[in-house]
């Protein structure tokens, strides 16, 4: 079993993609036990589906709720509930390639509200991403987008009607739904660049960093929120700018105050095992 496990675990790493899903804990959670097993996820993993299904993905950025150095909770419900009908939506507007795939995306009807720029709200906030107030503050935002995204699922289970497969799902005679899933969380590569947000649940991976575009073309980029703290506190200067992007931290950088270096920590500054804190209350909430 060692061995088995050591050579997931090194293949894992030499392509850099997960590669490992635990399915008794994914069939544990399955909202449809009665169509079987699931055995596969989406590419990235972050929906478990059935033969044919699709996944209908979405991302709050968290970055946008700060106010006065809080997060403004009524804005995010106001907005979880639009994106929840949003992506309900999405499965009826969508061209469906085969019949299969159109059958099985309306009769469960799975949709996955996620979320990306926790990083930086973090920042926003002054609290380092490897501390247990940031677990507090995962905890209490995604425990308060699933149950916000899910009584929005069953407003619109009595407005528009169940999911086709409702009486297949563990919420027949408890609860209305319309939706089989409401919430995941995708890697939300793409869609953070476009929106200049840190990606997902993730730590940014620098805190300045050069970006190749269009060719030979190199644009270099210093966090906003680290930007705006160095020009508040009087330590900005294009070249600290400059020895931060080129070393991507703020490790061993005199002029910088130890406070703001704990704060401003990125990826590999993080231990293994604050990472997987960090996730594990993610996915307690999460379907």
């Given at each position: 079993a060692r061995?088995?496990?050591?050579?997931?675990?090194?293949?894992?790493?030499?392509?850099?993609e997960?590669?490992?899903?635990?399915?008794?804990n994914?069939?544990?959670?399955?909202?449809t036990?009665?169509?079987?097993?699931?055995?596969?996820?989406s590419?990235c993993a972050?929906m478990?589906?059935y033969p044919y299904?699709g996944?209908?993905?979405?991302?709050?950025n968290?970055?946008?709720?700060v106010?006065?150095?809080?997060?403004?909770?009524?804005r995010l419900?106001?907005v979880?509930k639009?994106?929840?009908?949003?992506l309900?939506?999405?499965?009826?507007?969508?061209?469906?390639p085969?019949?299969e795939v159109?059958?099985?995306?309306?009769?469960?009807?799975k949709?996955?509200?996620?979320?990306?720029?926790?990083a930086?709200?973090?920042y926003?906030?002054?609290v380092?991403y490897?501390?247990?107030?940031?677990?507090?503050i995962?905890?209490?935002?995604?425990?308060f987008?699933?149950?916000t995204?899910?009584?929005?699922?069953?407003n619109?289970g009595?407005?528009?009607?169940?999911?086709?497969?409702y009486?297949k799902?563990?919420y027949?005679?408890?609860?209305?739904?319309?939706?089989a899933t409401?919430?995941a969380?995708?890697p939300s590569?793409s869609?953070?660049?476009?929106?200049?947000?840190?990606?997902?649940?993730?730590p940014?991976?620098?805190?300045?960093?050069?970006?190749n575009?269009?060719?030979?073309t190199?644009i270099?980029f210093?966090?906003?929120?680290?930007?705006?703290?160095?020009k508040?506190?009087?330590?900005y200067?294009?070249?600290?700018?400059?020895?931060i992007?080129?070393?991507?931290?703020?490790?061993d950088?005199?002029?910088?105050?130890?406070?703001?270096?704990?704060?401003?920590?990125?990826?590999h500054q993080?231990t293994?095992?604050?990472?997987?804190?960090m996730?594990?209350i993610f996915q307690?909430h999460i379907?």
């Amino acid at each position: 079993a060692r061995k088995i496990f050591d050579m997931i675990i090194s293949t894992a790493w030499k392509n850099g993609e997960p590669g490992l899903l635990f399915l008794d804990n994914i069939n544990k959670k399955n909202p449809t036990p009665e169509l079987g097993k699931l055995e596969a996820t989406s590419s990235c993993a972050e929906m478990p589906l059935y033969p044919y299904e699709g996944a209908f993905l979405g991302s709050i950025n968290l970055e946008k709720f700060v106010k006065n150095n809080e997060i403004d909770f009524e804005r995010l419900k106001y907005v979880t509930k639009l994106c929840v009908r949003f992506l309900d939506n999405t499965i009826d507007l969508c061209n469906y390639p085969i019949e299969e795939v159109n059958e099985i995306n309306q009769n469960n009807r799975k949709i996955g509200l996620g979320i990306m720029g926790f990083a930086d709200l973090l920042y926003s906030l002054e609290v380092p991403y490897n501390s247990e107030r940031a677990l507090e503050i995962a905890e209490e935002l995604i425990k308060f987008i699933q149950k916000t995204a899910k009584e929005e699922s069953s407003n619109l289970g009595v407005e528009k009607g169940n999911f086709p497969n409702y009486k297949k799902s563990i919420y027949y005679k408890k609860v209305p739904m319309r939706n089989a899933t409401v919430t995941a969380i995708a890697p939300s590569g793409s869609i953070s660049i476009l929106a200049e947000t840190s990606n997902s649940i993730e730590p940014n991976f620098a805190i300045g960093f050069i970006r190749n575009v269009l060719g030979n073309t190199q644009i270099m980029f210093v966090n906003k929120h680290f930007e705006k703290v160095a020009k508040e506190k009087g330590f900005y200067n294009p070249s600290l700018i400059k020895t931060i992007v080129e070393q991507g931290t703020l490790e061993d950088i005199e002029e910088i105050p130890e406070k703001i270096k704990r704060i401003f920590v990125v990826s590999h500054q993080i231990t293994p095992e604050w990472h997987v804190k960090m996730q594990a209350i993610f996915q307690k909430h999460i379907d």
